[in-house]
């Protein structure tokens, strides 16, 4: 069984996010893609994100009815800051999984900050890390040493991004088209981003 594990605080799940799942499953045939949203981001400002349980709503909404996404609530038990290392670990001890079949997918604007994450180089050892790629990537921008160790994914470039439909939110401009109909009713009956 091939999985790969989708880490983020998905604060709001977009289509970006559905849409990169879905093509990486299918160009890798995946088995499963599993969305782990994080408890307590160690790169994030706590004051600034939605609760844990409103971000856990939205997501179970946005990937409803698709079979290949399932949703891990491992960050949220373990509880503390969620380190990608810790839940990558745990995957591959509680399924038996090997860097063979243990994926890890992320975006091109967090490859940017990768050499920063708690042990980077144990994480490229554990699991095989794919980078979806965003507009505006730079591989210049990333260390020599991370490059040969990660694998690109081939799949279409999406600017979609969570803080843009925060903002957007914010200015009282549609976020139609960016996120999925049950995913906009949940943020609008919470009054979310305002």
């Known amino acids: 069984m091939n999985i790969c594990l989708f880490g983020g605080t998905f604060d709001p799940p977009h289509l970006g996010h559905l849409l990169i799942a879905q093509t990486v499953c299918e160009s890798e045939d995946f088995d499963k893609i599993i969305f782990i949203p994080a ?14 349980s409103l971000r856990l709503e939205m997501l179970e909404s946005a990937i ?3 079979p290949k996404f399932e949703i891990s609530h491992m960050e949220i ?3 503390g800051i969620s380190y990608s290392l810790d839940t990558i670990s745990e995957f591959k001890y509680e399924y038996q999984l090997t860097k063979n079949n243990l994926y890890y997918l992320i975006g091109s604007d967090t490859l940017a900050q990768f050499d920063s994450w708690k042990e980077p180089k144990t994480i490229v050892n554990e699991c095989s890390v794919l980078v979806a790629v965003r507009p505006g990537f730079n591989p210049s921008n990333i260390p020599n040493w991370v490059l040969p160790n990660i694998q690109f994914a081939n799949i279409p470039r999406f600017e979609i991004s969570s803080s843009n439909i925060r903002q957007r939110w914010k200015e009282n401009k549609t976020i139609r088209y960016m996120v999925t ?3 906009w009713k949940i943020i609008n009956k919470y009054n979310l981003y305002s």
């Not at 408890?39 to 844990?52: A, C, E, R, S, Y």
């Open 64 to 66: 409803l009815d698709n």
């Open 39 to 52: 408890f307590n981001p160690p790169n994030k400002d706590l004051d600034n994100i939605t609760p844990v």
């Open 77 to 79: 038990q373990r509880g």
């Open 181 to 183: 109909l049950p995913v």
